[in-house]
């Protein structure tokens, strides 16, 4: 089945720094990703559609110049976290849909866990 | 985007048949039911995905009414390890975003 993979699986960082979240899709390939953030008992809450190749799409409310989106290639999304603050301590998600199959299922990542000291 | 209601919550005991219903209320006709499962600290899984009618596979069953309205998800003989929290999406046809509700948190007892 199709895999995407999310690196690193954890990471923590001091208040100030940026941290940047790789999502790859392994098997297949992806013109669109999503990035999710959940926090602690909560859904998930969708922050940026990813498009390869061009800029991404924010949902309302999520900063865009706080949170970089680059949707280099077919098979990888980036995420970075600048500037983070304790309070963008979080649970973040991707997850892709195949561009080579006629189906609605979103393939997700396992998760990368930031704490931001 | 047609929102989802699901149960916040719900109880059940290992060997059990579990049912948990979602409403969807203005579903489009072009979108499909799609249901995924999520442990702690790890991204969702997809279950299962239907546009009418039933539709199986080897962990779980979808109903879905004529109207389209509402779809059940069963989970035959749960375990222990079915304890999760079940996302119930509808997924719009032109294939741009989703958006999860609230999830129903399904806990097995022994």
């Known amino acids: 089945g199709a895999v995407v993979s999310q690196h690193p699986s954890w990471v923590i960082c001091k208040s100030g720094t940026s941290v940047k979240i790789e999502c790859r899709s392994l098997d297949f390939q992806a013109t669109t990703m999503f990035w999710y953030r959940q926090f602690p008992k909560q859904s998930l809450m969708l922050m940026a ?20 989106i680059n949707h280099a290639s077919l098979t990888l999304s980036t995420l970075t976290v600048t500037s983070a603050h304790p309070e963008d301590s979080s649970f973040y998600i991707c997850s892709a849909r195949d561009s080579g199959r006629l189906s609605y299922e979103q393939y997700f990542g396992p998760g990368t866990r930031l704490t931001v000291t | 985007l047609a929102k989802t209601t699901q149960p916040i919550s719900m109880d059940s005991y290992e060997g059990q048949e579990v049912n948990i219903t979602c409403s969807h209320n203005n579903i489009a006709t072009n979108d499909y039911i799609t249901w995924y499962q999520q442990f702690p600290s790890q991204g969702p899984r997809f279950i299962i995905q239907g546009y009418k009618t039933k539709v199986t596979n080897e962990v779980a069953s979808l109903f879905i009414p004529a109207d389209r309205k509402s779809s059940t998800l069963s989970l035959p003989r749960v375990s222990l390890s079915d ?13 741009s975003k989703i958006i999860f509700g609230s999830g129903t948190r399904l806990s097995i007892r022994p």
């Open chain 1, 49 to 68: 559609t990813s498009n390869e190749g061009s800029k991404a799409t924010y949902e309302q409310g999520v900063e865009k110049d706080k949170f970089l």
């Open chain 2, 83 to 95: 304890t999760a929290v079940y996302y119930c999406l509808v997924e719009d046809s032109s294939a």
